[in-house]
T-cell receptor, first 114, second 114 residues
Framework: GENVEQHPSTLSVQEGDSAVIKCTYS??????FPWYKQELGKGPQLIID?????GEKKDQRIAVTLNKTAKHFSLHITETQPEDSAVYFC?????????????FGDGTTLTVKP | GAVVSQHPSRVICKSGTSVKIECRSL??????MFWYRQFPKQSLMLMAT?????????EQGVEKDKFLINHASLTLSTLTVTSAHPEDSSFYIC??????????FGDGTRLSIL
């Protein structure tokens, strides 16, 4: 089955700095890679996703890059703000007709210091 | 955007009680719904996959008679924890996927069994 590794497990940055979280996956059939933000006591919220036919996607301060050959993908947050503090999860999915199980990384606790 | 509603958000009950958790997709039809369990400071653990019109598929080690799943319609799935015991206390999260909508999560249910 799929195995997803996520690093680092904790990340502390100063407000305004950039934050980068990296994930690797093992199954070359995985073709969809979402990132989720989970705040305390809430469910994960989809913040950005990328499909395997794209190498990079950006949405304002958030970007995701994908290297299919190396089987790794990364989340980049620029100009971090205290409200970005949360747990972030990456996932790898083999989608068929928009359906498929996701395998999640273990999460990264991001703390943005004001 | 797509919204998934999960109720109740918090349940506290005595050992031996059965508890039902509802998951609804509010503005799209969910072809697949997932149920997860999350322990403190850990990732999401998939319990079962529920497709509309068919029986749920349970992950290895998850007791189907203990965790009853019903995907009643394209917008509603329920998880019933039968004869709950303290070891069933956890954070349970559902998610839904539509024909074109990616996976979106509910806000979770904190279950505490006394």
């Amino acid at each position: 089955g799929e195995n997803v590794e996520q690093h680092p497990s904790t990340l502390s940055v100063q407000e305004g700095d950039s934050a980068v979280i990296k994930c690797t996956y093992s199954d070359s059939a995985s073709n969809y890679f979402p990132w989720y933000k989970q705040e305390l006591g809430k469910g994960p919220q989809l913040i950005i996703d990328i499909r395997s036919n794209v190498g990079e996607k950006k949405d304002q301060r958030i970007a995701v890059t994908l290297n299919k050959t190396a089987k790794h993908f990364s989340l980049h947050i620029t100009e971090t703000q205290p409200e970005d503090s949360a747990v972030y999860f990456c996932a790898a999915t083999t989608l068929m007709n928009n359906a498929g199980k996701s395998t999640f990384g273990d999460g990264t606790t991001l703390t943005v210091k004001p | 955007g797509a919204v998934v509603s999960q109720h109740p958000s918090r349940v506290i009950c005595k050992s031996g009680t059965s508890v039902k958790i509802e998951c609804r997709s509010l503005d799209f039809q969910a072809t697949t719904m997932f149920w997860y369990r999350q322990f403190p400071k850990q990732s999401l653990m998939l319990m079962a996959t529920s497709n509309e019109g068919s029986k749920a598929t349970y992950e290895q080690g998850v007791e189907k008679d203990k965790f009853l799943i019903n995907h009643a319609s394209l917008t509603l799935s329920t998880l019933t924890v039968t004869s709950a015991h303290p070891e069933d206390s956890s954070f349970y999260i559902c998610s839904a996927v539509g024909r074109v909508q990616p996976q979106h999560f509910g806000d979770g249910t904190r279950l505490s069994i006394l």
